[in-house]
């Protein structure tokens, strides 16, 4: 699953680069992130669009769950939210990201349910 959300993400980087003929800043990542999601179906995420309207910090944060500070090094979410995580609530990606992103469209609108945001492909 780590390789096929990697290629996925340069896919993107690749992807925006070649439709505007830019490259994006090097620190703010890809403008969109395709999740493969499993078989509930691909999730695209429009970081961009996120970016735009909130803080990095509302969703990146440091070693130890510490707050984003600019500049900081950006991990991927796994790189933590993995079984060798304590908190059971928390030990998936796929759980770190379910409570980030629906948390948040619960309080201030955004998709929350599967279909809306899986789609098979
Ligand atoms: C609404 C949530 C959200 C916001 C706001 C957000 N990001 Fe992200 N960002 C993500 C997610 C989700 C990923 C993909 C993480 C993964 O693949 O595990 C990501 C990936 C990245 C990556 C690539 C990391 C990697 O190794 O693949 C960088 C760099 C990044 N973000 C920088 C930023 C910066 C800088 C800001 C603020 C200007 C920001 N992000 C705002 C959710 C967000
Ligand atoms: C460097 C390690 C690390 C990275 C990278 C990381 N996290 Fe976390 N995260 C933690 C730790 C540690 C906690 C606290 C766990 C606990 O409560 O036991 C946490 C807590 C959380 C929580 C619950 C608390 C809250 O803020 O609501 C969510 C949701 C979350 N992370 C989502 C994410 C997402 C989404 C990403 C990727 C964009 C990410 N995390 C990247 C270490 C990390
Ligand atoms: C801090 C708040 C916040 C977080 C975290 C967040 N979102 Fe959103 N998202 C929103 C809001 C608000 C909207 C509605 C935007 C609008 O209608 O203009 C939205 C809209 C969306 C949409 C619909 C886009 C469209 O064009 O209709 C998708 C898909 C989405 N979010 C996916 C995600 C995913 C996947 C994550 C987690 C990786 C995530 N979001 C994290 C606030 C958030
Ligand atoms: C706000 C967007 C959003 C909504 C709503 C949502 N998901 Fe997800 N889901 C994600 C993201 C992002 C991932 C991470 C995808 C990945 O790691 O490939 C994910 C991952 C998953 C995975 C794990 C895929 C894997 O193989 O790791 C399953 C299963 C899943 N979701 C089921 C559901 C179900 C069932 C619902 C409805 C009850 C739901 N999701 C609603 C965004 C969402």
């Known amino acids: 699953m780590r390789r096929s959300r ?3 993400v340069v ?11 830019i490259a994006c800043a090097a620190d ?3 403008e ?3 999740f493969p999601g499993g078989k ?3 999730v695209t995420f429009n970081h961009k669009q996120h970016q735009e309207k909130f803080k990095c910090g509302e969703c990146h944060h440091g070693p130890g769950h510490s707050d984003y500070t600019e500049g900081m090094e950006i991990k991927k979410c796994e790189e933590c939210h993995n ?7 928390l030990n998936k990606p796929m759980k770190a ?8 469209h619960k309080e201030q609108g955004g998709p929350t349910k599967c279909k809306e945001c899986h789609v098979k492909k």
């Open 6 to 8: 990697f290629a996925s």
């Open 11 to 21: 896919c993107a980087v690749f992807f925006a680069m070649a439709v505007s003929g």
């Open 28 to 30: 703010s990542g890809p």
């Open 32 to 34: 969109t992130i395709e």
């Open 40 to 42: 509930k179906g691909v």
């Open 83 to 89: 079984k060798e995580m304590a908190n059971k609530k």
């Open 97 to 104: 990201f379910h409570k980030n992103c629906k948390g948040c």
